[in-house]
């Protein structure tokens, strides 16, 4: 199982980012992943890497959409092949 952190955030529209961050978000809902968005970020759970490069576009792409001219994507990818990690099992680790 993958666990992937996405942060998407347009450049020069105003100082609030949640309408954006709405889009986004609204974008994963379509796609049936298992996701939880925190303060600063979204992380999820994708069985694959085609599957995430794909859904992380789709979600850039909506943004972009929303009439912005420039958006900076952050993506970081926990690839675990020795177990099957998720979302609830990393957090339970470190409580």
Do not use: C, W
């Not at 996701?35 to 759970?45: G, L, Q, R, S």
């Amino acid at each position: 199982m993958i666990i992937a952190q996405l942060s998407i955030a347009p450049v020069g529209k105003s100082v609030s980012l949640s309408r954006y961050v709405k889009i986004a978000i609204e974008t994963l809902k379509k796609e049936n992943i298992k996701f939880e968005t925190n303060a600063m970020a979204t992380v999820f759970e994708i069985e694959d890497l085609d599957t995430l490069f794909n859904i992380v576009q789709k979600a850039h792409t909506s943004v972009l959409a929303s009439g912005v001219e420039r958006v900076i994507t952050e993506l970081k990818i926990d690839d675990r092949r020795d177990k099957n990690a998720t979302i609830k099992t990393k957090l339970k680790s470190v409580q």
